[in-house]
């Protein structure tokens, strides 16, 4: 998962460089490096399949004749492995926002916002962050209620047995709970008195309910919080809808069975609407397609959907 839906995926432009540079040496090593240890863990599972991947990179006789890999804890740096799970982690939470919100990947948004306290943490490599979720901006905030509200409630099932007669008062209790409270409670430190009873108050005997406000969704997850603005800019309706025709016109350039270096010319039928709202971004459109031109034509036979506009593409292949 981390090798092919991370690692990868992330490097494809590394992988497709040009030039045979330092950048372009280093991500090949690595994957190599990878998939020869890989290779060495499946071979007493899969030993057929490993034998052949192994070979095939290696020019050795068999995977069995080599040694079984041993861990070099040199090579180990926890501190990088935990500000990339963070940004994994928050990435992931953003993606499944973004489905509550029904808003597509491919649809940038204006911003997100994230606690401050990991600013530190992640400041440097949260270009990713904005790459995967398709944001332009990451706003890092102290105070996050005034994107959300909180609602602590009594777990019922739990504190119901704890409680007893005092239920009602512990329910009166978190609906009024301090800042300073709620940092305790957090950390599982919370004692408080009800009717000259002491109760100590854990994590698990509250139901913590967090509801976004208008033009915001909110994701929480073991203590790390994303926040995604869902309010959408004409102009970023319009870039989505540009990334939308790309990934349409990369899919029948894959179906056409052009070369990934193939230059090409596109023609488009469409409604003005459509044709006004991709206008800036055509320059953008041909970059991302390797296109020489794009150019609006009447009568386009194989009609796609693109965000709910009807529009024809035909692509035509240039001689090298």
């Not at 970023?236 to 029948?252: C, P, W």
Request: proline letters at 2%; one cysteine or more; glycine letters at 2%.
């Amino acid at each position: 998962e981390d090798l092919s839906n991370w690692y990868i995926r992330r490097n494809r432009r590394r992988f497709w460089g040009s030039e045979l540079d330092t950048s372009k040496k280093a991500v090949y090593q690595t994957t190599y490096q990878v998939l020869v240890g890989i290779c060495k863990l499946l071979a007493p599972i899969s030993p057929y399949t490993a034998d052949v991947i192994y070979r095939n990179l290696t020019d050795e006789k068999s995977v069995h004749l080599a040694d079984y890999p041993t861990t070099d804890e040199s090579m180990i740096n926890e501190v990088i492995e935990k500000r990339m799970d963070l940004v994994i982690n928050l990435i992931s939470m953003g993606r499944n926002s973004r489905e509550e919100a029904k808003i597509k990947v491919r649809q940038p948004i204006q911003n997100i916002v994230l606690d401050k306290k990991i600013e530190s943490i992640i400041s440097d490599i949260d270009s990713l962050i904005k790459e995967e979720l398709n944001v332009k901006d990451i706003v890092y905030m102290d105070d996050l209620s005034e994107y959300m509200n909180i609602e602590y409630k009594p777990n019922f099932k739990l504190a119901g047995k704890l409680f007893g007669k005092d239920i009602k008062d512990f329910t009166n209790y978190l609906a009024n709970i301090s800042v300073e409270d709620i940092e305790l409670l957090n950390n599982d430190k919370l004692v408080i008195t009800l009717n000259d009873t002491e109760y100590k108050v854990t994590s698990d005997l509250v139901d913590k309910r967090i509801n976004s406000k208008e033009g915001y969704n909110v994701a929480v997850e073991n203590n790390n919080v994303i926040i995604l603005n869902t309010e959408l800019s004409q102009d970023l309706i319009n870039e989505g809808l540009a990334r939308e025709t790309i990934s349409k016109v990369q899919n029948m350039r894959k179906s056409n069975g052009f070369d990934i270096a193939d230059r090409i010319n596109i023609y488009y039928s469409s409604n003005d609407e459509y044709s006004m709202n991709i206008k800036d971004y055509l320059e953008f459109i041909r970059s991302e397609t390797l296109a020489i031109n794009i150019e609006r034509v009447s009568n386009v036979e194989d009609i796609t959907d693109i965000n709910e506009y009807k529009v024809g593409i035909r692509l035509e292949k240039l001689d090298k």
